[in-house]
């Protein structure tokens, strides 16, 4: 028989990202966030290639990639909009993580499996950190697409790339439910 374990079940069904916006400080220090990378880094991955690596992001940090992203965005000619959004996640964050896809090569694992388990990454790290209390959220944007700022403001390789980035902080407001999908439109069952 299986054995259960209600609490992850039930943790599972209620979690709730909460916007990256509404974060603010306290966050994590460096040794309470470690638990936290330890679960993320336990993520299903194929071939045991781990094609991926965190970067963490602490405040001065978060500050020049918000004034690259401003920079940068107007070189590219981005719209103002664009250009504020691309800054925001920065200027906002207390603390975020960056993970980041690292393709490795295998004659096995293709590197669409890589490219998943940095994804199941994300969700893990989101997860472990929104498990022990914090609020956190997971984004990406322009600049985590852009080669340019992700090789000048991270230091990325051509093989590397951001599969997103995670920003935990403490919540500072509830965020509202939001509507969650109909099984009935999306599980189609097969016995035959």
Known sequence: MPAPNPDALDFLLTRRS???KTLSAPVPTREELLPILAAAARSPDHG??????FIVLERPALDRLAELAGAHGLSLGRD?????????QF????LAVAVIEVQKPSDKIPSLEQTYSAG????ALLNAAL?????ANWLSGWPAHDRGFVETGLGLGMDERVAGFIHIGTETAAPPERPRPNLDQI?????E
């Open 91 to 94: 200027e906002d964050s207390h």
């Open 120 to 123: 199941a990454v994300c969700l």
């Open 18 to 20: 909460r916007p990256a």
């Open 131 to 135: 498990a022990s209390g914090w609020g």
């Open 187 to 191: 599980v189609e069952w097969v016995s």
């Open 80 to 88: 103002e909009a664009d250009i504020t959004k691309g800054r925001k």
């Open 48 to 53: 045991k290639l781990e094609p991926w690596r």
